[in-house]
C-alpha cells in the first residue's frame, strides 16, 4: 500500500501545483488582455490631454492646433471642439454636422463624463474652457464605477484570500479524484503484486481500469497455466532421470562386477584383462555419469535433500587433496594445499561440498593431460563475511568469451555455443551445489593462463 500513498501524494502535490501555475497564468493573461485592451491605441486620455495642450490663440486671434495634436485625431479618427464657460463652441476640428455649436451646462454635464449623441467623449480643462475630443460611434466602450475606499484598500487581501481559496479548492478537489483514484488502482496493485510473487489474484473488473482488471486475471490464468504443465513436465522429467538412473544401476552393476573379476583372473590372458580393465574403467564412468545428471536434475529442480551442519572448510580441502594424493596422481600433477585460516565455517551438505571441491580438482586435472599445478586454498573475503575456497591451476586455460557457457548444462538454451572439448556435468553441478548453499562459483582463466575456479560460501555464524 506504500505505492498507493506515493501515487495519491505524486497526484495531489501536482494537481495542486498545476491548479496555481493556471490561476497565476489565467491572472497574467487577463492583465495583459485588459492592459492592452485599455492601451492597443493611443489613450483617449492622453490623446485629448495632447489636443488641450496644443490649442492657441494665433496673432488674428483665431485658434490652431499644433501638427502633432492634429496626427493623433486623424490617427484615432476623433473630433474635437473647445467650449467657452458660456457654453459656446469657438473652436472645432472636425466636428460632425449633426452636433449643435452650443452647449447649456446641463448638457455639458450630462456628456463630460459620457457620450455626446452616441460620440464617447472626453474633456479637458483649457484656459477659455473646456476641450472636448470625440471618438466614431461604436468605437469605444466607456463604463464609470464606484467603489468604496475602504473596499479599494482591502483589494490586496480580496485577491489573496481568493488565493489561498482556490489553491485550497484545489487541494480538495485533488485529494477527492485522488483517493477515488487510488481506490480503483488498489486491487490492480495488489494483483500486480501477486504476479510477481507467482500466486494466483483475481480483479474485480469494473470503473475505469476494467480492461487492466480483465488482463491482469487472464495473465494470471495463464502463469497458473503454465505453472502447472512446468511443474508437470519437470516431475516428468525428475521421474524419468530418476527412473533411468536406478534401471541402469543393477546392469551396470553387474557389468563392472564381471569385468572386475576378468580383470583380476589369472585365469583370463592378458590381453582380455586389458579390456575387462577398459570395460570397467567405462563403466565407471557411466555410473558417475548416471549420477552426475541424477544430482544435477535434482539440484535444478530444488528436489535433492540438503542435509547442513556446521562444516571447517579447511578440513574439507584437505580431505580432498590426501585422497588425490593417495590415489595414484600422475607425477605430471602437482597439488598444494594453502591454509590462510582455520575460521572459515560454513553451513553445507557435507557430501556435496565434497563433490564439488573434488570437481573443480578433477576438472583441472581432465583438461591438462600433459600436468599441471593444483593450488587449493581456503581464506576469507575482504569483507570476512564470506568463506572461499579457491582452486588454481598454470595449466592451458580457456578463452574468457566461453567461460559462462562452463556453468550451463550442455544442451541449454542459455549457452552461446554448443558443448565442446569435453564440458558437460561437472562445472553446471559445482554452480547448482554452491547455489544451494547460497553460494556462487566464480571462474577466471584465459587462453594459456590457467584457470581459477573460486567457491563463495556465507560464513557460518
Same mark, same amino acid.
Given at each position: 500500500?506504500?505505492?498507493?500513498?506515493?501515487?495519491?501524494?505524486?497526484?495531489?502535490?501536482?494537481?495542486?501545483?498545476?491548479?496555481?501555475?493556471?490561476?497565476?497564468?489565467?491572472?497574467?493573461?487577463?492583465?495583459?488582455?485588459?492592459?492592452?485592451?485599455?492601451?492597443?491605441?493611443?489613450?483617449?486620455?492622453?490623446?485629448?490631454?495632447?489636443?488641450?495642450?496644443?490649442?492657441?490663440?494665433?496673432?488674428?486671434?483665431?485658434?490652431?492646433?499644433?501638427?502633432?495634436?492634429?496626427?493623433? &485625431?486623424?490617427?484615432?479618427?476623433?473630433?474635437?471642439?473647445?467650449?467657452?464657460?458660456?457654453?459656446?463652441?469657438?473652436?472645432?476640428?472636425?466636428?460632425?454636422?449633426?452636433?449643435?455649436?452650443?452647449?447649456?451646462?446641463?448638457?455639458?454635464?450630462?456628456?463630460?463624463?459620457?457620450?455626446?449623441?452616441?460620440?464617447?467623449?472626453?474633456?479637458?480643462?483649457?484656459?477659455?474652457?473646456?476641450?472636448?475630443?470625440?471618438?466614431?460611434?461604436?468605437?469605444?466602450?466607456?463604463?464609470?464605477?464606484?467603489?468604496?475606499?475602504?473596499?479599494?484598500?482591502?483589494?490586496?487581501?480580496?485577491?489573496?484570500?481568493?488565493?489561498?481559496?482556490?489553491?485550497?479548492?484545489?487541494?480538495?478537489?485533488?485529494?477527492?479524484?485522488?483517493?477515488?483514484?487510488?481506490?480503483?488502482?488498489?486491487? &490492480?496493485?495488489?494483483?500486480?503484486?501477486?504476479?510477481?510473487?507467482?500466486?494466483?489474484?483475481?480483479?474485480?473488473?469494473?470503473?475505469?481500469?476494467?480492461?487492466?482488471?480483465?488482463?491482469?486475471?487472464?495473465?494470471?490464468?495463464?502463469?497458473?497455466?503454465?505453472?502447472?504443465?512446468?511443474?508437470?513436465?519437470?516431475?516428468?522429467?525428475?521421474?524419468?532421470?530418476?527412473?533411468?538412473?536406478?534401471?541402469?544401476?543393477?546392469?551396470?552393476?553387474?557389468?563392472?562386477?564381471?569385468?572386475?573379476?576378468?580383470?583380476?583372473?589369472?585365469?583370463?590372458?592378458?590381453?582380455?584383462?586389458?579390456?575387462?580393465?577398459?570395460?570397467?574403467?567405462?563403466?565407471?564412468?557411466?555410473?558417475?555419469?548416471?549420477?552426475?545428471?541424477?544430482?544435477?536434475?535434482?539440484?535444478?529442480?530444488?528436489?535433492?535433500?540438503?542435509?547442513?551442519?556446521?562444516?571447517?572448510?579447511?578440513?574439507?580441502?584437505?580431505?580432498?587433496?590426501?585422497?588425490?594424493?593417495?590415489?595414484?596422481?600422475?607425477?605430471?600433477?602437482?597439488?598444494?594445499?594453502?591454509?590462510?585460516?582455520?575460521?572459515?565455517?560454513?553451513?553445507?551438505?557435507?557430501?556435496?561440498?565434497?563433490?564439488?571441491?573434488?570437481?573443480?580438482?578433477?576438472?583441472?586435472?581432465?583438461?591438462?593431460?600433459?600436468?599441471?599445478?593444483?593450488?587449493?586454498?581456503?581464506?576469507?573475503?575482504?569483507?570476512?563475511?564470506?568463506?572461499?575456497?579457491?582452486?588454481?591451476?598454470?595449466?592451458?586455460?580457456?578463452?574468457?568469451?566461453?567461460?559462462?557457457?562452463?556453468?550451463?548444462?550442455?544442451?541449454?538454451?542459455?549457452?552461446?555455443?554448443?558443448?565442446?572439448?569435453?564440458?558437460?556435468?561437472?562445472?553446471?553441478?559445482?554452480?547448482?551445489?554452491?547455489?544451494?548453499?547460497?553460494?556462487?562459483?566464480?571462474?577466471?582463466?584465459?587462453?594459456?593462463?590457467?584457470?581459477?575456479?573460486?567457491?563463495?560460501?556465507?560464513?557460518?555464524?
Amino acid at each position: 500500500m506504500d505505492g498507493a500513498a506515493r501515487i495519491l501524494r505524486r497526484y495531489t502535490g501536482a494537481s495542486i501545483l498545476i491548479a496555481v501555475f493556471l490561476l497565476i497564468v489565467n491572472y497574467i493573461i487577463l492583465g495583459t488582455f485588459v492592459f492592452k485592451g485599455m492601451n492597443e491605441r493611443s489613450s483617449p486620455v492622453h490623446v485629448t490631454q495632447t489636443v488641450a495642450e496644443g490649442i492657441h490663440k494665433n496673432d488674428s486671434n483665431r485658434y490652431t492646433l499644433e501638427p502633432n495634436a492634429q496626427e493623433w &485625431l486623424q490617427k484615432s479618427q476623433a473630433w474635437a471642439m473647445l467650449i467657452t464657460n458660456d457654453g459656446k463652441v469657438i473652436w472645432d476640428y472636425a466636428i460632425p454636422d449633426q452636433l449643435p455649436r452650443a452647449y447649456s451646462l446641463a448638457e455639458v454635464a450630462q456628456f463630460s463624463r459620457n457620450y455626446l449623441q452616441d460620440y464617447p467623449v472626453f474633456v479637458w480643462g483649457h484656459e477659455m474652457g473646456l476641450v472636448v475630443v470625440g471618438y466614431p460611434k461604436d468605437s469605444l466602450a466607456k463604463y464609470q464605477f464606484h467603489f468604496p475606499i475602504s473596499w479599494i484598500s482591502d483589494l490586496p487581501y480580496r485577491l489573496l484570500a481568493l488565493l489561498f481559496g482556490n489553491i485550497l479548492l484545489a487541494a480538495l478537489l485533488s485529494l477527492f479524484i485522488g483517493s477515488r483514484l487510488i481506490r480503483a488502482i488498489r486491487p &490492480l496493485i495488489s494483483g500486480i503484486h501477486a504476479l510477481s510473487e507467482d500466486q494466483h489474484t483475481h480483479v474485480e473488473a469494473k470503473g475505469m481500469f476494467s480492461g487492466i482488471a480483465r488482463s491482469i486475471n487472464h495473465a494470471s490464468s495463464l502463469l497458473q497455466e503454465k505453472n502447472a504443465l512446468l511443474k508437470a513436465r519437470d516431475e516428468a522429467r525428475s521421474n524419468w532421470i530418476a527412473g533411468i538412473s536406478h534401471d541402469i544401476r543393477t546392469p551396470l552393476s553387474m557389468v563392472l562386477g564381471y569385468a572386475s573379476e576378468w580383470e583380476e583372473s589369472d585365469a583370463v590372458p592378458y590381453e582380455q584383462q586389458q579390456k575387462a580393465s577398459i570395460i570397467r574403467k567405462q563403466g565407471e564412468k557411466l555410473r558417475s555419469l548416471v549420477s552426475d545428471l541424477n544430482l544435477v536434475s535434482m539440484l535444478e529442480y530444488e528436489m535433492q535433500p540438503i542435509h547442513t551442519k556446521p562444516i571447517r572448510l579447511s578440513t574439507l580441502a584437505r580431505q580432498i587433496v590426501t585422497d588425490f594424493l593417495n590415489n595414484d596422481l600422475a607425477e605430471t600433477f602437482t597439488i598444494e594445499l594453502d591454509v590462510t585460516t582455520e575460521h572459515c565455517f560454513v553451513m553445507g551438505d557435507e557430501k556435496l561440498l565434497v563433490r564439488a571441491i573434488t570437481n573443480l580438482v578433477q576438472n583441472s586435472i581432465v583438461h591438462n593431460p600433459s600436468g599441471c599445478h593444483i593450488h587449493v586454498q581456503t581464506t576469507l573475503s575482504p569483507n570476512q563475511r564470506d568463506a572461499l575456497l579457491i582452486i588454481t591451476d598454470n595449466g592451458k586455460g580457456i578463452e574468457q568469451s566461453m567461460l559462462p557457457d562452463l556453468v550451463e548444462l550442455p544442451y541449454s538454451s542459455k549457452r552461446k555455443s554448443p558443448s565442446h572439448n569435453g564440458h558437460g556435468l561437472g562445472l553446471p553441478m559445482v554452480t547448482r551445489i554452491a547455489a544451494a548453499h547460497h553460494g556462487r562459483l566464480l571462474l577466471t582463466s584465459d587462453t594459456g593462463k590457467g584457470m581459477t575456479a573460486e567457491l563463495c560460501f556465507p560464513l557460518s555464524s
